[in-house]
């Protein structure tokens, strides 16, 4: 859950009657190949972790989990209660539901973040990053959802509280497409990886909605669950409050030693999908390490579980 959401929330000021400034969808048409595909299985599941919202997550196991046959279905739902301004539902992106989709229709929804019908989409999903990526990437993301198993399944339409439902038409925007990523560059190539990961969008703290320059990957941003309450870590290389002590062994099998052990009531819990990232590649883990390590140290202390109290 991208919280990253309240985003904005208080961002546009001068909302009133605006309509999103993307354009219609383009004449796209993604010639699909075996190759692509498992390209964008590869980041739709383990980097830009697509399934993390459009699945049913088990919040009975840490890191919650997706649960087996509802990949891509949607369904998780979001409240004021989570801190949300308002309550909707992550749509099902399976064929069942985007068979009448083009595949500019599709494109537009990940990297500018408006629906078939013109309607604003939350920024939970962070189109803002997802529109950086270089065009072939896209495209292969576009490709893997047209294979995932069709899955029958809609949700209610969103409920806005106001002034969020006109702030949210402020929202979406075109992108400019980036470069693929050359592994050959760690540092920029792991400015990459974290741009499809979307890294900064959970760990940079927010002030009235709009994500605190300052604090950019220091983490801080607060998630509500039930039992309590996650913040975000500092992924700067701070030697006290971030991830200065951690060497590139360390950073790699913290990944890949993801469990989803069940939680005991009260017990620690975190929303960051650990499970499906341990599917990302020692070179990509390790290359987002080293742009990690490039980032400017913030000292930021953070509490990563805070238990709600017992009434």
């Not at 992550?90 to 019908?117: F, K, Q, V, Y």
């Not at 990961?197 to 760990?203: F, L």
């Not at 990690?292 to 238990?307: A, D, E, H, M, T």
């Amino acid at each position: 859950m991208r919280v990253a959401s309240v985003v904005l929330a208080g961002l546009i000021l001068a909302a009133a009657g605006c309509a999103p400034k993307v354009g219609p969808a383009r004449s796209l048409v993604v010639e699909k190949n075996e190759a692509l595909v498992e390209r964008g299985r590869y980041l739709g599941q383990h980097v830009m972790v697509c399934l993390d919202c459009h699945s049913t997550r088990d919040w009975t196991r840490y890191a919650g989990p997706r649960v087996p046959g509802t990949d891509g279905k949607g369904g998780e739902r979001y409240t004021p209660e989570m801190g949300f301004p308002g309550t909707f539902h992550a749509p099902n992106i399976t064929p069942a539901a985007l068979s009448t989709w083009t595949d500019g229709e599709i494109e537009r929804a990940i990297a500018a973040g408006l629906s078939r019908d013109g309607r604003p989409l939350f920024p939970l999903m962070p189109y803002r990053s997802y529109g950086q990526l270089c065009q072939e990437d896209l495209n292969a993301v576009i490709a893997w959802v047209r294979t995932l198993a069709p899955l029958e399944g809609t949700t209610p339409p969103p409920s806005w509280s106001f002034p969020f439902n006109i702030v949210l038409n402020n929202i979406p925007k075109e992108q400019q497409r980036g470069a693929c990523g050359d592994p050959a560059d760690a540092v920029a190539y792991g400015r990459y990886i974290a741009t499809a990961a979307a890294c900064a969008d959970c760990h940079t703290k927010t002030e009235r909605g709009r994500p605190i320059p300052e604090l950019a990957f220091a983490g801080g941003m607060t998630f509500l669950l039930p039992g309590g309450t996650v913040t975000s870590a500092n992924l700067t290389p701070d030697m006290e409050t971030g991830l200065g002590h951690w060497t590139k062994e360390h950073f790699i099998a913290r990944f890949k030693s993801a469990e989803a052990h069940p939680v005991a009531p009260g017990g620690a819990q975190s929303v960051m999908p650990w499970t499906d990232y341990a599917g990302m590649t020692d070179q990509d883990l390790g290359a987002l390490y080293d742009f990690l390590r490039s980032l400017k140290p913030i000292r930021n202390p953070v509490q990563k579980w805070s238990p709600t109290p017992a009434p």
